[in-house]
């Protein structure tokens, strides 16, 4: 069985121990998240398991024929074409098929016997790992994954830095799928894609033979993904079975049961510290000792750390404003002449938690910046209520000073004292030493927590927020969460944390193609209720069509034609019969592929340089060949479906 091992692992930058005497093992098959505060080392981790950073100690143990592939945080790509992109990671192949035709070249041209038979060695060596490596099947493969990613034939010329954030994303998890590894390691593989496609890819990964491990801090994705859990807590690991949720039940449990132990602890130590200084002196003196002697060989356990990570307050309630916080009326809007929003109408009430959800594009943004006045409608009506104060959360701050520190921040914008806002600033998890770093060094997940606070202090009561858990770790988004549910007034957030949505929202608005539906629920109500209408939908229609087919067939009897089905047919090639007859040729050309790769690999055929180099002709002529009919059956099987 495939296994990853890691024993002992640890590492450290300076005097900074990142962690440390790491211990775990992951199997094929095996769906593990691996989660832990910003900071904590997740992503060093995996690359000391990649090999890519050298740990100070322990060891990972990974068969070197074991396959890996790894899709980084916010990975880039080149000004390639996807092809050629996804080629790229075929390169260690590439590089045997160019050593083959130089040994080619050289077997063709020496006359020494004796460098001959070592040129043929070193050829039969390379033509082995040339195919072990899949190189004579690697552009249909390459051609296979980009099209079940959903890329198109016109994509593969287009240069790769010219597509969408969600779609370099997959074109990273191509690059990686590619090679069909056997241990497939992911970084925040949602990051930038839209709903859809985060469904999409759980349902792949669920579905994927290999093993995967994931770092991420979409709670939801980590529900429906991971069959186990890996959390990095005080520089160690923590191995729970079970998805997120189980993870925060069990760890609950953990906690509860340490702290029991903690308390039990305590109450020993304190009665035994009791009877000790009663019996110091005097007739049980002797005992006395005897149990100071136990104390002090007593193992102290640790104060449980309490896992919410952040305290509760309350916020003053906002101003009274009007029942009709906000209102779209058959508002049409865009930029220049491409129309985004068609005649939408929307009405957020008083209390309202209302979550804008769609794909990417689709014109959420745009319908934040109509309400905030950032953007004014070509037609239609935009009005806030009376006495609305609104408040807005944009993903790049720029409310917030760079020269202040954190507690500068606040009590200089609030004219708070510094108690009360440390008091406030510990409930957003900055705390001791935090609360003077300078606001410009901060990272993107800590200016997401300080502007979101400033914006509940500032007494806003309708809170307009843009995707206000980026960059945020779990502890923080639960920070955000508890707060925004405690929020006394009227909130619109966009937002692709479905986790998030579930927790805050009492309202979903879908918008897409420039209408908006609305639900009255949260995430899982919307999905639930989407799921059923699709389904019946696809009913309805199989229904229509079967009512349609038996309608045409009648219709035909009754004009007396009952062969005009098949002069259709004559008319109108029949795709099914073409693409069976192509699968009984492509299986014929695979087979005879099969048979010249035994040829190619024999050393009697290499001992013949004009004989290997015909075999290798007809080998790629074959190939091209395999290639054009591969396509042609693609091309018929889409025609089929649609």
């Given at each position: 069985?495939s296994l990853?091992?890691v024993?002992?692992?640890?590492?450290?930058y300076?005097i900074?121990?990142?962690?440390?005497?790491?211990n775990?093992?992951?199997r094929?098959?095996?769906k593990?998240g691996?989660?832990g505060?910003?900071?904590?080392g997740?992503?060093?981790l995996?690359?000391?398991?990649?090999?890519?950073?050298k740990p100070?100690?322990?060891?990972?143990?990974?068969?070197?024929e074991?396959?890996?592939?790894y899709?980084?945080?916010d990975t880039?790509v080149g000004?390639?074409t996807?092809?050629?992109?996804l080629v790229?990671?075929?390169?260690d192949?590439?590089?045997w098929?160019?050593?083959?035709?130089?040994l080619e070249?050289g077997?063709?041209s020496?006359?020494d016997?004796?460098k001959?038979?070592?040129l043929?060695k070193?050829?039969?060596?390379?033509?082995?790992?040339?195919e072990?490596?899949g190189g004579?099947?690697?552009?249909n493969?390459?051609?296979r994954?980009?099209?079940g990613?959903?890329?198109t034939?016109e994509?593969l010329t287009?240069?790769?830095n010219?597509f969408?954030g969600?779609?370099?994303?997959?074109?990273c998890?191509?690059?990686?799928l590619?090679?069909?590894?056997?241990f497939?390691?992911?970084?925040e593989?949602t990051?930038?894609?839209?709903l859809?496609m985060?469904?999409?890819?759980?349902e792949?990964?669920?579905?994927?033979?290999?093993?995967?491990?994931?770092?991420?801090?979409?709670?939801y994705?980590?529900?429906?993904v991971?069959?186990r859990?890996?959390?990095?807590e005080n520089?160690?690991?923590?191995?729970y079975?079970?998805?997120y949720?189980e993870?925060?039940?069990?760890?609950?449990?953990?906690?509860?049961?340490q702290d029991?132990?903690?308390?039990?602890?305590?109450?020993?130590i304190?009665?035994t510290?009791?009877?000790?200084?009663?019996?110091?002196?005097?007739?049980k003196?002797?005992q006395?000792?005897?149990?100071?002697?136990?104390l002090?060989?007593?193992?102290?356990?640790?104060?449980p750390?309490?896992?919410t990570?952040?305290?509760f307050?309350a916020?003053?309630?906002?101003?009274?404003?009007?029942e009709r916080?906000?209102?779209l009326g058959?508002?049409?809007?865009g930029?220049g002449?491409?129309t985004?929003?068609?005649e939408?109408s929307?009405?957020?009430?008083?209390?309202?938690?209302?979550a804008?959800?769609?794909?990417?594009g689709a014109?959420?943004t745009?319908?934040?910046?109509?309400?905030t006045g950032d953007?004014?409608?070509?037609?239609?009506?935009?009005?806030?209520?009376?006495?609305?104060r609104?408040g807005?959360?944009?993903?790049e701050?720029?409310?917030l000073?760079?020269?202040n520190?954190?507690?500068?921040?606040?009590?200089?914008e609030?004219a708070?004292s510094?108690?009360?806002?440390r008091?406030?600033?510990?409930?957003?998890?900055?705390?001791g030493d935090?609360?003077?770093k300078?606001?410009?060094?901060?990272s993107?997940g800590?200016?997401?927590?300080?502007?979101?606070?400033k914006?509940?202090?500032a007494?806003?009561?309708?809170?307009?927020?843009?995707?206000?858990t980026?960059?945020l770790d779990i502890?923080a988004r639960?920070?955000?969460?508890e707060?925004i549910?405690?929020f006394?007034?009227?909130?619109?957030?966009v937002?692709h944390?479905?986790y998030?949505l579930?927790?805050v929202?009492?309202?979903?608005?879908?918008?897409d193609?420039g209408?908006l539906?609305?639900?009255?629920?949260?995430?899982s109500?919307?999905?639930?209720?989407k799921?059923?209408?699709?389904?019946a939908?696809?009913?309805a229609?199989?229904?229509?069509s079967?009512?349609?087919k038996?309608?045409n067939g009648?219709?035909a009897?009754?004009?007396?034609?009952?062969?005009?089905g098949?002069s259709?047919?004559k008319?109108?090639?029949?795709?099914?019969?073409?693409?069976k007859?192509?699968?009984?040729?492509i299986?014929m050309l695979?087979h005879?592929?099969?048979?010249?790769?035994v040829r190619?690999?024999d050393p009697?055929?290499h001992?013949?340089?004009?004989?290997?180099?015909?075999?290798?002709?007809e080998y790629a002529?074959?190939?091209?060949?395999l290639?054009?009919k591969?396509?042609t059956?693609?091309?018929l099987?889409?025609?089929e479906?649609?």
């Amino acid at each position: 069985m495939s296994l990853l091992e890691v024993r002992g692992l640890s590492k450290a930058y300076g005097i900074q121990t990142i962690f440390s005497d790491i211990n775990f093992q992951i199997r094929r098959g095996e769906k593990v998240g691996l989660i832990g505060p910003n900071g904590a080392g997740k992503t060093t981790l995996v690359r000391c398991l990649l090999g890519f950073e050298k740990p100070d100690s322990g060891q990972v143990t990974l068969a070197v024929e074991e396959r890996v592939g790894y899709v980084e945080q916010d990975t880039g790509v080149g000004s390639a074409t996807l092809y050629d992109e996804l080629v790229a990671a075929y390169g260690d192949v590439l590089g045997w098929q160019q050593e083959m035709r130089r040994l080619e070249a050289g077997i063709a041209s020496e006359k020494d016997q004796g460098k001959l038979e070592r040129l043929m060695k070193e050829y039969a060596q390379a033509v082995e790992r040339f195919e072990r490596g899949g190189g004579y099947e690697y552009e249909n493969t390459v051609r296979r994954v980009a099209f079940g990613l959903g890329f198109t034939a016109e994509d593969l010329t287009r240069p790769a830095n010219e597509f969408s954030g969600g779609q370099k994303t997959r074109i990273c998890l191509a690059r990686a799928l590619i090679r069909q590894p056997d241990f497939l390691f992911l970084d925040e593989p949602t990051n930038h894609l839209d709903l859809g496609m985060v469904e999409w890819l759980e349902e792949f990964l669920i579905n994927y033979s290999g093993a995967v491990l994931v770092i991420s801090h979409d709670r939801y994705f980590l529900d429906n993904v991971a069959g186990r859990i890996l959390a990095i807590e005080n520089s160690t690991i923590a191995d729970y079975s079970g998805n997120y949720s189980e993870y925060l039940e069990k760890k609950a449990e953990k906690f509860a049961a340490q702290d029991k132990a903690y308390a039990k602890q305590q109450a020993f130590i304190a009665k035994t510290e009791a009877y000790i200084d009663r019996y110091r002196a005097g007739i049980k003196s002797k005992q006395a000792r005897g149990r100071q002697s136990q104390l002090a060989r007593l193992e102290r356990l640790a104060r449980p750390e309490d896992m919410t990570g952040f305290d509760f307050f309350a916020f003053n309630p906002p101003a009274e404003c009007a029942e009709r916080v906000a209102e779209l009326g058959e508002v049409t809007a865009g930029y220049g002449d491409k129309t985004i929003l068609n005649e939408v109408s929307l009405l957020v009430r008083r209390g309202d938690g209302v979550a804008l959800v769609g794909p990417n594009g689709a014109g959420k943004t745009t319908l934040l910046k109509l309400l905030t006045g950032d953007l004014e409608a070509n037609r239609g009506k935009v009005k806030l209520g009376s006495r609305v104060r609104l408040g807005y959360f944009a993903q790049e701050h720029e409310t917030l000073t760079e020269t202040n520190s954190v507690l500068e921040e606040v009590m200089r914008e609030f004219a708070f004292s510094e108690e009360r806002s440390r008091h406030y600033l510990g409930s957003f998890l900055f705390r001791g030493d935090d609360v003077y770093k300078r606001v410009g060094d901060l990272s993107g997940g800590e200016k997401a927590r300080l502007a979101l606070l400033k914006l509940m202090l500032a007494g806003a009561n309708f809170l307009i927020l843009d995707e206000p858990t980026n960059h945020l770790d779990i502890a923080a988004r639960e920070a955000v969460e508890e707060a925004i549910m405690n929020f006394p007034g009227t909130f619109l957030t966009v937002s692709h944390d479905r986790y998030f949505l579930d927790k805050v929202a009492n309202r979903m608005v879908e918008m897409d193609n420039g209408q908006l539906t609305e639900y009255a629920g949260n995430y899982s109500y919307y999905r639930d209720k989407k799921t059923a209408a699709e389904k019946a939908a696809a009913q309805a229609a199989s229904q229509a069509s079967a009512i349609e087919k038996k309608q045409n067939g009648k219709a035909a009897t009754a004009q007396g034609q009952p062969n005009s089905g098949k002069s259709a047919n004559k008319r109108k090639p029949d795709t099914a019969k073409q693409a069976k007859k192509l699968e009984e040729e492509i299986a014929m050309l695979e087979h005879e592929l099969t048979a010249l790769e035994v040829r190619l690999n024999d050393p009697e055929s290499h001992a013949d340089a004009s004989l290997s180099r015909e075999l290798a002709d007809e080998y790629a002529a074959k190939q091209a060949e395999l290639e054009e009919k591969y396509g042609t059956w693609l091309e018929l099987t889409s025609e089929e479906e649609e």
